[in-house]
């Protein structure tokens, strides 16, 4: 569109793998065709169109989300253009940025998906199994090469894994999903609430320093979650394809295909006991290793990236622009790389609409020095080597298209789920909410509080964790409430929750009402002021009171539970019709359900 | 007179309009505000803002506005805008209702032209007045109440060309949705005659569909849509013209998604 014609500039930094296949984008239309003239059956027909990224939309067969993989989070302006194009001609005008490093276009016509496949592949990109009982997109921390504590750059590796798995045979028909994590460091990934994580390590074996991993397995949230187990002390890189592919066999051998509900690989190590999974994992490896007709690597490409400093754009006006200092203070890290910063640009909820995303496209060749973005763990975008001197004018060049919202690396940065805004399992909007949260948050200049910083808040629409609520300081999950005979949208709170070395899911505290997740959330902090010690975090006092460590007036759950009982107590209707309401909607509140696919 | 009446081409490829400029033997429509018209325009290109238009639709004031123009039966017009084409189109259209055969949009929008680097002009053209007749072409215009009476017909499509959350909102029950954007392809207004008719074959379109468009309120959008498919050879296109504002004040029925807060995945 008219945005393509701009003045031609350096051509952008092309991507080291093309991970499209044109030619299934015409077979998705053939397919599509053959199942609404009856000639597929619709189970056969889910399963096909999972396999390529399409996913169920609440309450409709017209409509599927595509979820566009982007392996280790890594994203190219020209395709956030393209994604912009995509999202105005076939979806709603925005898109999504998941908590899984990919981006998503909703209530596209299902007739349409064939033609955002051909559009992806003119891009490179693809959305083939990102959805569906395969591997799913293979996540990297997006400070991965960038990060303080890192050991070394996990992200060739997990570049590696993603092309080793997208369309192998051995992939195509898992029990269930099956997802990777790679991280910089403990605090910046999810390595222990996945099937396999893997954090970087480097040891010395005879005189020689090697490279490798700490591997963890079976972790996952869900209905029912599970913190992952360390496989090993080290495993070499060498090792890394081995150990992966001996996982994979194990669980597709063992894997329960029958009971939807539990056929994660985290229940089969859950069942089977850790020890003998080790063990089982320890000796399948050796097989796969030992019964190779022909040698399998990684095809690992540990080629440098080019870091140039765009040419500086002019910045006259030498003034710094109002709020710089704050969203300077909350959005932007320090990287490893001297004079050069990771710059976080938080969305809410995980939307960007399409002019958004050229412009994001436009600030990423102004201003990164390696030519392309990361998408974020939380809903967000990352734009890496941006140099000291070009912050100012980078954010006010955010600020002219409202993407330069404070908080990103802050608590405000509350992560919501799709919720009821187009999923089918969902039962409350925990995507609207996250949204309310974290504008309340901004609006009290809540980011800015340094007590608060290393909290999260994450909302997930239903016991499922989309949203991740089970790892957040502060989680909460949605179900319904009933107060006489009505309904209102409740949502389980659980405190606590982590997913650094010292992972834990939360711990259920209390049912709270929609209308009173805010004053709720307000009441926590109120109590933790009143009672944290000098040098204090909110994380840390909840944590103590978590493990019975916190010795103030408030040191259990039971005392928070005490303190915000008169929250919790419906009102009656008369009194009070919005507290029956969920965000978003004018009429009273009932649960709608559909099918869920993501077992299909 | 120069005919550029080719069948083939849907669209005036903006590069050989500049070779036509210089004919003066076409007349250029430029659809935009008054004062955007002042500030630069095409050469030769006369303004009808589209507010004229719509002022008065009767056929005879369309008339009046063409032969004010200088367009007789025969005059090859050229229409433009800034909108994406869909304020030109409904000018087609309204030209097309009167009964002229040789009414084209440009391939391009004026900034697209603009930034091609082509030649503007702040001048605005003498014009002579023509004569054009009125031949009501009445197969390519519907009412709410013509919609009413056929939308049930098998072999009848109505298509909404308002955005997707519009049109989950509300819709005229039936009616299926091509948002106007996507009728559009990198740098020009239309897509390619192949990749239109790509979207219609995955969308079940036959070509022998009869097909009304309508949009948000007064066919700006679906008149694109229409032009769109006429212009890959679909013969019975109508333009439901007062489109969905009339539809909704007339207390028609409406259809919506049930049960989904898609609004609220709209990061505007």
């Known amino acids: ?600 | 007179m120069c005919c550029m009446n080719n069948s083939n081409m849907p669209i005036i490829d903006s590069k050989i309009l500049r070779e036509k400029i210089k004919d003066n033997l076409i007349r250029i429509v430029d659809v935009r505000r008054e004062q955007d018209y002042q500030l630069g325009h095409i050469t030769n290109a006369v303004n009808l803002p589209l507010a004229k238009l719509l002022a008065d639709d009767s056929v005879e004031s369309i008339q009046k506005i063409a032969q004010d123009f200088g367009i007789s039966d025969e005059t090859s017009v050229v229409i433009y805008d800034d909108t994406f084409g869909a304020l030109s189109s409904r000018v087609v259209w309204a030209l097309q209702y009167i009964g002229h055969k040789d009414a084209k949009l440009l391939d391009v929008t004026f900034s697209q032209w603009k930034t091609l680097g082509y030649e503007i002009s702040t001048e605005v053209p003498e014009i002579e007045s023509a004569t054009h007749s009125i031949k009501e072409n009445k197969e390519i215009m519907a009412t709410a109440e013509y919609l009413e009476k056929v939308k049930e017909n098998k072999n009848v499509i109505i298509i909404d060309n308002r955005e997707r959350l519009n049109y989950l909102e509300q819709h005229i029950p039936g009616a299926i949705n091509i948002p106007y954007r996507t009728l559009a392809t990198d740098g020009k207004i239309l897509r390619t005659k192949e990749g239109m008719k790509n979207l219609l074959k995955n969308r079940g379109i036959s070509e022998d569909a009869e097909i009304i468009t309508y949009c948000g309120s007064v066919g700006t959008l679906s008149g694109l849509a229409y032009y769109a498919l006429k212009s890959v050879g679909l013969s019975n296109v109508k333009l439901y013209v007062h489109s969905f504002k009339e539809w909704k004040s007339l207390e028609k029925p409406i259809d919506k998604q049930e049960n989904a807060n898609y609004w609220d995945l709209s990061a505007e």
């Open chain 1, 1 to 600: 569109m008219a945005q393509q014609l701009r003045p031609s500039k350096p051509a952008d930094k092309q991507p080291k793998i093309d991970w499209s296949r044109r030619q299934e984008a015409e077979n998705f239309a053939e397919t599509v065709k053959l199942f609404r003239q009856g000639k597929i059956d619709p189970d056969t027909f889910r399963r096909f169109r999972l396999q390529h990224g399409a996913y169920g939309t609440r309450m409709t067969d017209d409509y599927a989300m595509v979820r566009i993989k982007v392996p280790a989070g890594q994203v190219y302006p020209y395709q956030l253009e393209k994604i912009a194009q995509l999202s105005e001609m076939y979806s709603i005008g925005s898109a999504h940025f998941s908590t899984r490093e990919n981006i998503q276009l909703h209530w596209v016509i299902l007739e349409d998906v064939s033609e955002i496949m051909q559009s992806l592949s003119d891009v490179g990109m693809t959305s083939r199994e990102a959805c569906g009982n395969t591997v799913r997109n293979v996540m990297c921390s997006p400070l991965s090469g960038v990060c303080k504590d890192e050991i070394f750059d996990a992200t060739p590796y997990a570049l590696a894994i993603a092309r080793f798995m997208l369309r192998n045979p051995i992939c195509q028909g898992l029990p269930r999903k099956f997802k990777f994590n790679f991280t910089c460091c403990e605090k910046h990934g999810m390595i222990r609430i996945v099937d396999v994580g893997l954090l970087p390590q480097i040891q010395e074996i005879d005189g020689e320093q090697r490279k490798g991993f700490k591997i963890f397995l079976g972790g996952g949230l869900g209905n029912k979650s599970f913190i992952g187990h360390q496989l090993e002390d080290f495993t070499p890189v060498e090792d890394l394809l081995y150990t992966s592919m001996a996982v994979i066999r194990i669980f597709d051998r063992l894997g329960d295909r029958k009971n939807m509900a539990r056929n994660r690989m985290r229940y089969l190590v859950n069942d089977m006991g850790w020890e003998k999974f080790q063990n089982l994992v320890l000796k399948e490896r050796a097989i796969v290793k030992s019964t190779q007709s022909v040698i399998v690597k990684l095809n690992i490409d540990e080629s440098i990236n080019e870091i140039q400093r765009p040419i500086s754009v002019s910045n006259e006006s030498a003034s710094v622009p109002d709020g710089f200092a704050r969203w300077q203070k909350t959005n932007v890290e320090k990287q490893s790389q001297g004079g050069f910063n990771s710059v976080f640009i938080g969305l809410e909820s995980g939307d960007i609409t399409a002019n958004q995303l050229r412009s994001v496209a436009e600030i990423i060749r102004d201003y990164s020095a390696e030519g392309f973005a990361r998408n974020g763990f939380s809903q967000n975008i990352v734009i890496r080597y941006v140099h000291n001197d070009d912050l100012t004018s980078m954010y006010s060049k955010l600020l002219e298209t409202g993407l330069a919202k404070t908080g990103s690396l802050t608590m405000a940065s509350a992560v919501g789920c799709s919720g009821t805004t187009s999923c089918n399992l969902a039962l409350t909007n925990s995507h609207r909410l996250a949204k309310e949260v974290q504008r309340k948050f901004l609006e009290l200049k809540l980011d800015e509080d340094n007590d608060l910083k290393d909290s999260t808040i994450k909302i997930s629409g239903c016991p499922n964790s989309c949203g991740q609520h089970e790892v957040a300081t502060i989680g909460f999950y949605g179900g319904g409430g009933r107060y006489e005979n009505n309904m209102f949208p409740n949502y389980t709170m659980s405190l606590g929750g982590r997913f650094d070395e010292g992972s834990i899911l939360g711990h259920h505290t209390a049912r709270v009402p929609v209308k009173r997740v805010i004053p709720v959330i307000l009441k926590i902090i109120e109590l933790y002021k009143e009672n944290k010690q000098s040098d204090d975090t909110l994380s840390r006092w909840i944590d103590r009171i978590i493990h019975g460590n916190e010795s103030s007036k408030i040191n259990s759950v039971e005392d928070i539970k005490k303190e915000i009982s008169s929250f919790l107590i419906p009102p009656k209707v008369e009194d009070e019709p919005d507290f029956y309401m969920d965000y978003g909607s004018d009429t009273s509140y009932h649960t709608v359900t559909g099918k869920g696919e993501c077992a299909a």
